[in-house]
Structures are given as C-alpha cells and as structure tokens.
C-alpha cells in the first residue's frame, strides 16, 4: 500500500478544550451583542476566527525565547531577526513593529498622503483603515477571476494588469505613492499571487515610476503555492521561491502572527536606506527604539526561528494539507465553498448557502452565528460588516461575496477537529431552509466596525 500522508510534527504539550451546550452558547451569544469577537475564549470549543497570533509554536521557538536579548539598544535578538530577514527576502534595511498594522502605520505615515491612490489586489482591511483614515483611496485591481466562487484558477490573488496599467496611467504618478501586492490575498479567499504577476507589477511600477509593497503576512504559503502550481518552479525550494519573489519588492510590511509563527509581531523591511531613516523616526515615537520596535528580544528570535520554519517544505504541505482536509470534508457535503482552497481557511459562500436572507440583514454574520450555536465553533464574517461604510457616503459597502472564513491556525488543531467543523456546518446546511431573519446594527464605530459592533435579531 502507498504510506498515507500524515503531520509533519508530534505534540509535545497540550491545552484543554470545553464543550459547551447550545443553550450556554445561545445565552453568551447573545450577551456578546451577537458580535463573535466579544465572545470569551472558554466558550468557544474550536476557534477558526483567526489565524493570527493563534499558532502553536515549535520547541526551537520556544528554546529560542530562553536566550532572547532583552538589551533596549543592539540586541542580539535584533541582530539574529536582521540577518534572517536579510536571508530570505534580501532587504537589508528593516524595523521591528509590534503587529502588521503597526508596521502600515509607521510606513505609510512616510508614504500615504491626502488624496493618494493605492492599487493593490484586495486589500486587507487594518491596510484599507490605514489607507482611508488618511483620506488616501484604496483601488482594488484583483483579477475579476477571484469574484467568481467556484471558477478553477491556480492564481486568484493576481493582479489584473490592464486595471492597474489604467490607473497608472490615468493618474498623475506622484499620487500613487506604490502598489500593494497581498500575499496570499486574504480578502479574497487565501489565494495565491504568482511568480509571474509579481514580475509583470513590478515592470509596470517600474515603467510609471512608481513603487512595489508587499503586504507580506503569508508569503510562504504563497511560496507553497508557486511551487505546487506555477510551471518552472517544481524543483525549486520555498526559501529560492521567497527570494525571487521578493526581488520584485521595494519593501515589505509584515504580520508575524501569520507565517512567522508567533503570537505576536511584525517588521516592516526595504531596500532604500533613505525610506528607511524617515520611517525610523516614526517607529521611535510609535512603537519603541529601532532594534526593538515593540517586541521584547525573546519574542524577536522565536520569530528569527518561526520565519525558518515556515520556508520549509514540509511543515507548508501539511499545512495546507490540513486545511484542504476540511475544504474537502465540507464541499462532500455539499456545502459551497470557494475554490481552490486557501492558504490558510476555507472559505464559504454564505449566499449561496443562505439564499433567503437579504444583503441588508448581514448574511455572512448570520450564519457564522449559527455555526456557533450549532457547534462552538467560531468562525469569522468576511461580508458587508468587514466591508464597512463608505468613507464619504457612508452608505453601507454591499461586496460582490459575502463569506464566512474558517480559518486555520498554525500546528494547533487535528483533523478529528477538522472532522467536527465539517459536520457541524454541515448540520446547519440541512437546517438552512428554516432562516428567515439575520440581523441589524444597534450600534458600530466609525472604522473597522466589524472588531466591536452591536447587533440584534431580526424578528
Ligand atoms: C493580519 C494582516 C495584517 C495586519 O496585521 P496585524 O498583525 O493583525 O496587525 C495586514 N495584512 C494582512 C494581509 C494580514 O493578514
């Protein structure tokens, strides 16, 4: 017989999960305004709400947080997390930052002014606050491929190339400070950017004089995904996939929550010293001295360690592996769930698989809502709460998807875990004809609403 697939790793400590009834979780629920995010841990039983920051990290990791330096200038922590940046990806220059979006900030304070327009292929939502918040206009370029649920494109994260080319074109040069490439690009399902697109924006930022950013958070599932399906790079490891790639950026920011495997932190790197001094100013006065950022040193050299860990091959297959599992799991059911999978969640069709409720009443929340009475299991809304008001009608942004996301975290869960997802989704598909009803704002804030709204049942 063919040996079966299995983990690339065993365990070697665990955490206890409780189950809950569905009246407790009907209960909590509803004291948590309807909102999963309010909710406390202890009652969710498995949580797909995120990945981020929500990883299991490795022995090494954690070895590697015994001997961190926690010198406020020059650390050897900094030191170790500069050489393996300069390592994978080839900037020399870089600046640690408490999370991802602190690193949007600290970067676009230098670069994003007034009335700019940043292209980009989905942008994430922190990217598309810290766009809008300085009244700069986020311009999605996705490849219309992506808009279509179940269509088999080993790409969906590419940038169209002919709507970028236009607003390059249409647009004086010095209001687009860089485009933004997203790897992979989260709003739009997990999906990879290949190779050759990064190629083909750079030479096109190039040709209008402008720059490329990659909004790094899971470069090396993208990796993964080059190799497995871009023509040319079969036989080439993740970490020669990751340099190339990278030789298309002129900077990165980074969430390394994501595919560095830590709980927390993030960087923002660049191949212009100049870039580099202005933005270290503001890093000072934002997130800490330049050779800490916000991290302490131990949390700085596990990520060192995650960073090499996540570029290699094996624990990337089974980590997409685990996450094809699922999608599997639940497409057998007949659940609709967008294809190909992502990197790093699965992701339903929430109209699709709740057809009767209307676009107005939040039909991705409801029925993340319902997955979590059914199951504990909590998922997150990647629908018209995410998608938020326009920023100057302030008319409600309606996406062409509305989608719940299951996402994965890093080395945490098993597939018996996987297997209980499955069904509970699936017990709320046979139910889903009794929907009538979503919901209704009772209250949201002005920006990134989704973290903290106040919602109540339509009766
Ligand atoms: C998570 C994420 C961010 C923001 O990072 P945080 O660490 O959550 O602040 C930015 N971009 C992408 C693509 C992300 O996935």
Redesign the pocket.
Known sequence: MELPFAESYKIKMVETLRRSSREEREKWLKDSCYNLFKLRSEYVYIDLLTD??TGAMSDKQWSAMMVGDESYAGASSYHLMKDTIKKLFGFADFLPTH????A?NVLFTVLVKPENIIPGNSH?D??KGHIEFRKAHAVDCTIDEAFNPTLNHPFKGNINLNKLEKVLKENPIEKIPFIIV?LTC?SSGGQPVSLQNLKDVHMLARKYGTRVLF?S??FAENAYFIKTREKGYENKTIREIVLEMFSYADMM?M????DAIVNIG?FIAMRDHDLFQQASVYNILFEGYITYGGMAGRDMSALSQGLMEATEFDYLETRVKQVAYLGEKLKNYGVPVLEPFGGHAIFIDAKKFLPTIPKEEFIAQTLAIEIYLEGGVRAVEIGTLLADRDPETRENRFPELEMVRLAIPRRVYTNNHMDYVAVTVANVYQYRNTFKNGFKIIREAPILRHFTVELDKIC
């Not at 969430?255 to 994501?258: A, C, L, P």
């Open positions: 981020s920051g999370q991802g979006r602190a949007e994430f922190t990217t997203t989260n909004d958070a899971r920011t969430s390394s929550k994501k993030g």
